[in-house]
């Protein structure tokens, strides 16, 4: 059986002194195991001038972790998809509804590569458990931020006073990181 792990971390551009609305930067990490063996892993991260949250980056999370799935040609086998983040887990079960605008278009992509595994099982785990995911998002935000000046030169290019109205909600890709390794991989 496969169990993919996901987690997602949102950290506002206000912590690094800018008071932008809503704007930040929204890190994922994935983790694909069979048979509780990891075969593949990912982590990357985003930042967004307008409707940054900790819920969307949870839902760049799974939907980069079942993209993943796709890639590798695991949609037929039996997969558990785990996550901390029991809002999410909630909505794609069907047992909450998606009230945020900005969270629904992540919601519905998720839903289509979803519906493209044959059977999937949808598991709330506490954050505690959650701990390799929640590394590798904590990993990429360092990656990120690692190198001050493109850091804040980041931050600049996405300053809602810089973007026409249109750009504001872009997601614009600072990391992106995928390791398959079919017979196993070390964290």
């Known amino acids: 059986m496969l169990t993919l792990e996901f987690d997602g971390m949102y950290r506002g551009f206000s912590e690094d002194g800018m008071a932008l609305s809503r704007a930040g930067v929204m890190c994922y990490g994935w983790l ?14 985003y930042a967004r001038c307008e409707d940054a949250s900790s819920n969307i980056a949870e839902y760049l999370a799974l939907i980069e972790g079942l993209g993943a799935l796709i890639d590798m040609g695991l949609e037929r086998e039996m997969v558990q998809i785990k996550g901390d983040a029991r809002s ?28 493209k595994l044959s059977r999937a099982v949808w598991l709330w785990m506490p954050r505690r458990k959650n701990h390799d995911a929640d590394l590798l998002t904590r990993r990429a935000m360092k990656q990120i931020r690692a190198n001050p000046q ?38």
């Open 32 to 45: 694909i195991y069979r048979d509780g063996v990891l075969i593949a892993r990912g982590h990357g991260g």
């Open 88 to 115: 999410v887990i909630d909505q794609m079960q069907g047992c909450a509804a998606v009230n945020s605008a900005s969270t629904r278009p992540h919601y519905r992509q998720a839903s289509r590569l979803a519906n």
């Open 150 to 187: 493109q850091y804040q030169a980041m931050i600049q290019k996405v300053d809602p006073a810089a973007l026409p109205r249109k750009k504001r909600k872009h997601l614009f890709s600072l990391l992106d990181l995928r390791i398959f390794q079919p017979v196993g991989l070390t964290m």
